[in-house]
């Protein structure tokens, strides 16, 4: 399973960005798409998830109401739109498919089976 992810710049505080994953190879019902982000020095961190069973979400308290995932079926890609971005919001973020997830640890990297290369976020005036 190929995951690609793209989208990641460089943007001012206070500025959007819209993050995409591809997985063509991954089309399992009871999945769930991920994303994480790892900032220098810091551990991998769950940001937020689809589970594509029933059309949950989740996310990482420190990004809710700010970013929005969200599922194309037909075009197989997860979406990550990222509104109101702050410096601490500055890490690479990664994709990554889970072939079962459970939704208590929708956010626990250890719950995902494939992952993507990532993609760099900088948050800087």
């Known amino acids: 399973v190929q995951l690609v992810e793209s989208g990641g710049d460089l943007v001012q505080p206070g500025g959007s960005l819209r993050l995409s994953c591809a997985a063509p190879g991954f089309t399992l019902n009871d999945g769930a798409i991920g994303w994480f982000r790892q900032a220098p020095g810091k551990e991998r961190e769950g940001v937020s998830c689809?589970?594509?069973?029933?059309?949950?979400?989740y996310y990482l308290d420190s990004v809710k109401g700010r970013f929005t995932i969200s599922n194309d079926n037909a075009k197989n890609i997860v979406y990550l739109q990222m509104n109101s971005l702050k410096p601490d919001d500055t890490a690479v973020y990664y994709c990554a498919a889970a072939r079962l997830l459970h939704p208590i640890r929708a956010l626990i990297a250890k719950e995902y089976d494939y992952w993507g290369q990532g993609t760099q976020v900088t948050v800087s005036s």
């Open positions: 689809f589970d594509r069973k029933d059309g949950s979400t």
